[in-house]
């Protein structure tokens, strides 16, 4: 599971750490340029070690974590969580979305009226 060498490549790290589902999802974060070690933007292939600071920018969210072990694969969300430390802000609070307006089924199109009420519930 560990490994014993001195640095792993960063686009494999992140996904053996499920930072991200894929590793050529890793991979084309490195390529955009939203992946960064010690604030330099960097390569998939670049060598990631103990103690450097990542920060990925995925799904819309920043993620900031201190790598403290090395895993050259795939390995469980509790060993996982033990290979870095977290230091990301929250994720932002989701909005509130009213339910969607159901209709019974066989109940036919709405009419004019109905629809107007479901896009104002809608906000729209």
Known sequence: MAA???SVRIDSWIW???LTKTRSMAADACRGGHVRINGDRV????????GDEVRLRHLGRDRIVVVTRLVRKRVGAAVAAECFVDNSPPPP????TAPAARRDRGAGRPTKRERREIERLRGR
């Not at 390569?43 to 103990?50: G, L, Q």
């Not at 609070?93 to 509130?96: A, G, L, N, V």
């Open 43 to 50: 390569k998939a292939s670049h060598p990631v070690r103990p």
């Open 4 to 6: 014993d060498e001195a």
């Open 16 to 18: 053996s750490v499920r």
């Open 93 to 96: 609070p989701r909005e509130y």
